[in-house]
């Protein structure tokens, strides 16, 4: 018989290479990108997963082995009182999803530690780190469990033994430490002295002043036709290439330079500093000139008056070589052409065309500019543009958008080409005896100034960490569609979103800039013509669509033990497919009334089903202002009916 301590030793021994090493220094790379940009790193676990998460967070702050700046990781059941008074008020499943809800922003990252994947209140973290857009990670016991399931990634340990799993766990968290030192500490192969994991996006183009002048406008002038705009404020940003190195100083992990010309002027100055407050390195080759100043007048998030400074060319100087050292380090490059000249400097041009042989080129062109230099990765005009290059006089839809991408594939000295096509999203064009890959993007209403932009920088940036570019431009449609949705420019003074943002972050941003938030909820078991109708009726009543949807245990409390016939993530995945729907929330009680507390909606919209009825969660909505309405019932269209036809169908057989 084997010794009680060797049989652990051998069960130890067994699992330990099954560990997945990979998996875990991919975590540790994120890590290293998203924490020193600001991110945070929240763990928590029950018991002796506990003790491992704290382990894990006491390493970051601190230091594993290698010195460095100390990173943002805490442990969500360190703090006693929060815990306690947590599950007094709240119950115990809330304990941390409630601590989740208080700490965690989007681009954050959730670590989860249960041996059996099935502890309530880790689930009910996961569930709420979705909810918000946190990348949510969990080391577990064997696979399958629902932790594993509810995570976007997981480490399972292949071993029945608790004890095992445990020690596995505190092997996963010294190899996630010296993984994160590892990127942060070691220098890079090549890069001029950059970090691994700190990577260098120079962005090359013209920049503007942009400015703002926002207020209502609720009554006509007594001189004229014309809105006034009252409680008007003014806001100023940077324009042009300059929107686009703003925008990039939001990706986790990535330094910008900015490659441009300024203005010898008040604007240009102001533009200056604006730039250095948002931590772009500036490369000014301009030695007179002045910069150009867009003003828009904005009421009711609508642009209504638009004008433009005139501004004298820019005189360009020599290129320095800080610029062509920069462009050496990079490992992506963009250009943002808005027709200024820069993209005609003759130094400039050689050293972009030096650099494309080595890593990523992208070029977002002008039709008063210069054509791309050749080597270019990838070149996206938007379908104006490339009208404009092209002369062609195909028509504003898929295929003439497909036909202008053909004749600059063909014109230029470039490898790809995509057309940016609005709310359509763009279409790509790799080979002219290939088909278009199309990209369609989700609906999205808001302003869209810098959508464009923002699409270039995520394409540059998916690039330049070596994603095809058909990923990288599907990710970047996303990405500026997120942006519109967030609100465009005005959405530069919150913290970024990365990916789509979460239903509670995307209704406040609706509610700030004066929109309107709707919620409707239900079980929405088997999807049926009378749920999109309730859905698509109550979307038209707002500016965003939250659903509220019962959770498995909640809909076999109210329907009985045979249902849902379909499980909550599938149920939610089904409604946020749809294009009425702007977002999705799973709550666990009868009545949605925690998180209706939470989403505070402007509409609560039930079925005319319920119509002359008192509806439960009426007087909260009504607390805070809120309006409770009934829209048309699609009658003959009942989810239980549907089910117990199906089942007498069934039994007849």
């Keep these: 018989m084997t010794p009680p301590g060797r049989a652990h030793i051998q069960a130890l021994a067994a699992a330990l290479p099954l560990l997945d090493v990979g998996r875990l220094q991919e975590w540790g790379r994120i890590l290293a990108d998203r924490l020193p940009a600001g991110r945070r790193l929240l763990v928590a676990g029950n018991g002796g997963s506990a003790a491992e998460a704290q382990h894990l967070t006491s390493e970051l702050v601190g230091r594993f082995r290698a010195e460095r700046a100390p990173l943002s990781a805490i442990a969500l059941h360190a703090d006693s009182s929060s815990v306690t008074a947590i599950a007094n008020d709240y119950g115990p499943d809330e304990v941390f999803a409630r601590q989740v809800r208080a700490h965690g922003r989007p681009g954050d990252v959730l670590l989860l530690l249960s041996t059996s994947g099935t502890s309530p209140n880790v689930l009910a973290a996961a569930k709420a780190g979705r909810e918000l857009d946190l990348t949510v990670w969990t080391l577990t016991g064997p696979a399958p469990n629902p932790l594993a399931a509810a995570a976007d990634r997981a480490v399972c340990v292949d071993t029945a033994e608790v004890a095992t799993v445990q020690e596995c766990h505190l092997v996963a968290v010294h190899v996630l430490c ?9 220098p890079a192969a090549s890069g001029g002295g950059e970090l691994e994991g700190v990577r260098r996006l120079v962005v090359v183009g013209d920049v503007l002043l942009d400015r703002d002048i926002t207020g209502t406008a609720d009554r006509l002038s007594p001189e004229a036709p014309v809105p006034v705009i009252a409680d008007s404020r003014s806001t100023e940003r940077p324009g042009g290439a300059g929107l686009a190195a703003v925008l990039a100083t939001r ?3 990535w330094h910008v330079t900015l490659v441009c010309g300024l203005g010898q002027d008040a604007p240009g100055a102001r533009v200056r500093t604006l730039l250095d407050e948002a931590g772009v390195e500036v490369i000014d080759l301009a030695t007179s000139g002045t910069t150009p100043v867009k003003t828009r007048v904005r009421a009711a998030d609508r642009t209504l008056l638009r004008f433009d400074t005139p501004a004298d060319p820019l005189q360009l100087g020599p290129l320095p070589d800080t610029v062509r050292a920069r462009l050496e380090e990079a490992a992506a490059v963009v250009v943002c052409d808005y027709g200024r000249g820069i993209t005609s400097h003759d130094e400039l041009r050689q050293a972009l065309t030096n650099v494309a042989t080595g890593r990523p080129l992208l070029w977002d062109p002008h039709p008063k500019g210069a054509a791309p230099v050749p080597g270019t990765a990838l070149a996206v005009p938007n379908t104006d543009e490339a009208l404009l290059l092209t002369g062609g006089n195909e028509p504003h839809d898929l295929g003439g958008d497909t036909a202008r991408a053909l004749r ?35 609906p999205a209403t808001g302003d869209t100034c810098g959508a464009g932009d923002q699409l270039a920088v995520t394409t540059a940036v998916m690039l330049g960490t070596g994603r095809l570019p058909s990923h990288a431009v599907a990710a970047a449609v996303d990405a500026a569609t997120a942006y519109v949705r967030a609100g465009g ?16 972050e995307l209704a406040a941003r609706v509610r700030a800039r004066g929109g309107k938030v709707v919620g409707a909820g239900g079980c929405f078991d088997l999807l049926h013509a009378g749920h999109l109708s309730l859905l698509a009726q ?22 009985g033990e045979d249902r849902p016939v379909v499980g909550e993530h599938e149920r939610a995945a089904l409604l946020r497919a749809l294009d009425c729907v702007d977002g999705v929330l799973v709550f666990g009680e009868d009545t949605p009334e925690k998180l209706l507390a939470e989403l505070r909606p402007d509409i609560w919209v039930k079925g005319g089903d319920y119509s002359g009825r008192r509806i439960a969660e009426a007087d909260l909505v009504e607390s805070w202002g809120g309006e409770v309405v009934t829209v048309p ?10 089910i117990n036809r199906l089942a007498q169908q069934a039994g007849t057989r």
């Design 178 to 186: 010296a993984a994160v030192d590892s990127h942060l500490t070691e």
């Design 251 to 253: 990706e986790p992990g």
């Design 408 to 442: 600059l594939l063909t014109a230029w000295p470039v490898k790809q080409v995509a057309i940016t096509r609005g709310r359509d999203g763009a279409v790509l064009v790799a080979d002219p005896d290939a088909h278009p890959l199309v990209l369609p993007a989700r």
């Design 489 to 504: 420019p005005a959405g530069l003074t919150t913290p970024p979103s990365h990916g789509w943002p979460g239903p509670l």
């Design 538 to 559: 109550a979307r038209r009543l707002g500016d965003v669509l939250v659903v509220c949807v019962n959770s498995d245990t909640s809909v076999r409390r109210l329907k």
């Design 633 to 642: 019932y699609l009658d003959g269209h009942s989810t239980t009916t549907r």
